[in-house]
């Protein structure tokens, strides 16, 4: 495929798992649009991508909790830009008591996890259509299979993520467009993240990931058209076979000794 002029988009791109997809995709040869917020040094990132891979690189810095923001992003990627990969990466967690969270809180997580992510796929999948192959890569979590006490909000989006790529994957299937779905754990992005993980206990630790290892293989299972990408089987299997009324207290419990702690 001649990519010289078409551009992969990576949401969520500055850190953590969507950095690490950008520069996947770029030691590849491939054109990278890099999307996050403001303040995130987007720009240093699509620099070095240039300098080190010597592709194409562009940025933008941008909320996507804000309906308009979401709009306006993807009216500049189809103005701009042809597009044969996009990998929505974005996404936020959150550990808090549902009765202590705001009305902020919610909404923030839902309109950046279910809305941003379906409205950029719905606005930039006829540009992906007129591409000779293009792709689709959403990551939803781990957490797409169990509810989970004192975050309710985040499985429930992701479990949204799962199923959206589920069902856009059967409906594209007979066009050029391949879509797939990446169902991590939580990621070492930083000192902080992998110290509340191991206050969660076994079932924490179990989980926790390296986001390059973990773009490594999204991106070369993406090329090999695989429709649910299982980065880590062990918790996958656990999940799976553990019926709800035990993962979900156990579940539940682990993330109340990262509260408490």
Same mark, same amino acid.
């Given at each position: 495929?001649?990519?010289?002029?078409?551009?992969?988009?990576?949401?969520?791109?500055?850190?953590?798992?969507?950095?690490?997809?950008?520069?996947?995709?770029?030691?590849?040869?491939?054109?990278?649009?890099?999307?996050?917020?403001?303040?995130?040094?987007?720009?240093?990132?699509?620099?070095?991508?240039?300098?080190?891979?010597?592709?194409?690189?562009?940025?933008?810095?941008?909320?996507?909790?804000?309906?308009?923001?979401?709009?306006?992003?993807?009216?500049?990627?189809?103005?701009?830009?042809?597009?044969?990969?996009?990998?929505?990466?974005?996404?936020?967690?959150?550990?808090?008591?549902?009765?202590?969270?705001?009305?902020?809180?919610?909404?923030?997580?839902?309109?950046?996890?279910?809305?941003?992510?379906?409205?950029?796929?719905?606005?930039?999948?006829?540009?992906?259509?007129?591409?000779?192959?293009?792709?689709?890569?959403?990551?939803?979590?781990?957490?797409?299979?169990?509810?989970?006490?004192?975050?309710?909000?985040?499985?429930?989006?992701?479990?949204?993520?799962?199923?959206?790529?589920? $069902?856009?994957?059967?409906? *594209?299937?007979?066009?050029? +467009?391949?879509?797939?779905? %990446? @169902?991590?754990?939580?990621? &070492?992005?930083?000192?902080?993240?992998?110290?509340?993980?191991?206050?969660?206990?076994?079932? $924490?630790?179990?989980?926790? *990931?390296?986001?390059?290892? +973990?773009?490594?293989?999204? %991106? @070369?299972?993406?090329?090999? &058209?695989?429709?649910?990408?299982?980065?880590?089987?062990?918790?996958?299997?656990?999940?799976?076979?553990?019926?709800?009324?035990?993962?979900?207290?156990?579940?539940?419990?682990?993330?109340?000794?990262?509260?408490?702690?």
């Amino acid at each position: 495929m001649d990519t010289k002029e078409s551009y992969a988009v990576v949401t969520g791109a500055s850190q953590g798992l969507g950095k690490a997809f950008a520069e996947h995709l770029a030691r590849k040869n491939i054109n990278v649009i890099v999307i996050s917020l403001p303040d995130q040094n987007l720009k240093e990132l699509s620099c070095e991508l240039e300098e080190n891979y010597h592709i194409k690189s562009h940025y933008y810095e941008v909320d996507l909790s804000v309906h308009d923001n979401v709009m306006k992003l993807t009216e500049w990627l189809n103005t701009n830009f042809n597009i044969h990969i996009l990998i929505n990466n974005v996404g936020l967690g959150g550990t808090k008591k549902f009765t202590e969270a705001t009305s902020d809180y919610i909404n923030t997580i839902l309109q950046v996890n279910v809305t941003a992510t379906s409205l950029i796929t719905h606005q930039l999948l006829p540009n992906l259509l007129k591409q000779p192959k293009a792709y689709i890569l959403n990551v939803s979590s781990m957490a797409a299979f169990s509810p989970v006490g004192f975050k309710t909000v985040y499985p429930a989006s992701k479990t949204f993520i799962h199923s959206f790529s589920r $069902g856009l994957h059967e409906e *594209l299937k007979n066009t050029n +467009v391949f879509v797939s779905v %990446v @169902n991590p754990g939580a990621m &070492k992005t930083n000192t902080d993240v992998c110290k509340r993980i191991e206050k969660q206990g076994f079932l $924490g630790r179990l989980t926790l *990931l390296n986001p390059d290892k +973990v773009a490594a293989r999204c %991106v @070369n299972q993406l090329f090999k &058209k695989d429709s649910v990408i299982m980065v880590n089987p062990i918790s996958w299997l656990v999940m799976k076979i553990l019926p709800i009324w035990i993962k979900l207290p156990l579940m539940t419990q682990a993330i109340k000794r990262e509260i408490e702690a």
